[in-house]
């Protein structure tokens, strides 16, 4: 009796196993981005009830981000702006700011309510992860690290994911993103615009001891040199870091004097 099947379908099985292993590789691909933040938060840009130019305020008129959002620095939550806020520059009357503009009518009639405006939040967190503010700026985290170049942006949107995992990779490596905190609002801040001497006399006049700034120049894990002053710092840095300050000699100096020890564990997000 001839053969019931053809020739051609011993190779059957063969081939749907190697189809299975693309099918199976295109959709954990799939997956790992379209259902993540990174799809599902990255560029958001909702329609605010006042068209608020960052870009004007922030960029061409170089206004400080602790203006509006005024008590990010003590409170767990970055407070939004109350109509009094607006009205500080545009309120009607003697001196008042484009005071006829339609952008503004919405901000007037709220005032005149007493009612605030409702703006669109931007970036949101679940109800069960806990992040604080005043934390992170405090301990030289900006703004721009997690909002991205707000002053940049006509319309705010989001830029980064805020998932767990892009939470994480900060909290490991802190060095990255550390920053004096007088460049906290400074979104276009670059380590290498730091003056070195500045920096290193700074934590100097903080009481850090020199040969301390000296084993963070060198390494944990190296013999400590001998430091007596600002100079001997400023030559072993040159000869560690190059002409420019970096952001690896600036973070880790802050990390370790500003005893920063990010929490990696469940409980530091979830309490």
């Known amino acids: ?26 959709v954990t691909v799939g997956v790992s981005y379209y259902f993540t933040p990174k799809y599902t938060r990255v560029g958001y840009e909702p329609t605010q ?19 509006c959002h005024s ?20 309120g009607v009357g003697k001196g008042g700011i484009r005071t006829a503009s339609p952008k503004l009518e919405k901000v007037q009639a709220a ?16 109800d069960y992860a806990y992040f604080d503010h005043s934390v992170h700026l405090n301990r030289g985290v900006s703004c721009v690290s997690c909002h991205g170049k ?11 994911p805020h998932s767990m995992g892009w939470c994480l990779d900060c ?19 670059l380590a290498s615009d730091l003056d070195r001497k500045s920096f290193y006399q700074g934590l100097l006049d903080k009481g850090v001891k020199a040969e301390e700034i000296a084993q963070v120049i060198v390494g944990e894990n190296k013999p400590a040199p001998t430091a007596g002053g600002i100079d001997d710092l400023l030559a072993l840095a040159g000869k560690t870091f190059g002409k ?9 100096q802050l990390k370790k004097h500003w005893q920063i020890q990010p929490p990696e564990t469940c409980a530091a997000c979830h309490r």
Not at 2 to 21: D, E
Not at 171 to 189: G, V
């Open 150 to 160: 707000v002053k940049d942006m006509e319309v705010v949107r989001q830029v980064e």
């Open 111 to 126: 005032a005149a309510s007493g009612k605030p405006i409702e703006w669109v939040k931007v970036h949101k967190l679940p």
């Open 244 to 252: 420019t300050v970096s952001q690896q000699e600036v973070g880790t």
């Open 1 to 26: 009796m001839g053969n019931f099947f053809p020739r051609w379908t011993n190779w059957l099985p063969l081939k749907l196993a190697i189809a299975l292993v693309f099918i199976l590789a295109g």
């Open 49 to 67: 009830p006042v068209p608020f130019s960052h870009k004007i305020h922030a960029g061409q008129l170089g206004m400080d981000c602790r203006y």
């Open 171 to 189: 909290h490991r490596n802190p060095e990255s993103k550390l920053r004096p905190l007088d460049q906290i609002t400074n979104l276009d801040y």
């Open 71 to 90: 008590f990010v620095e003590q409170s767990g939550h970055a407070n939004v702006p109350t109509n009094q806020t607006c009205l500080n520059c545009h």
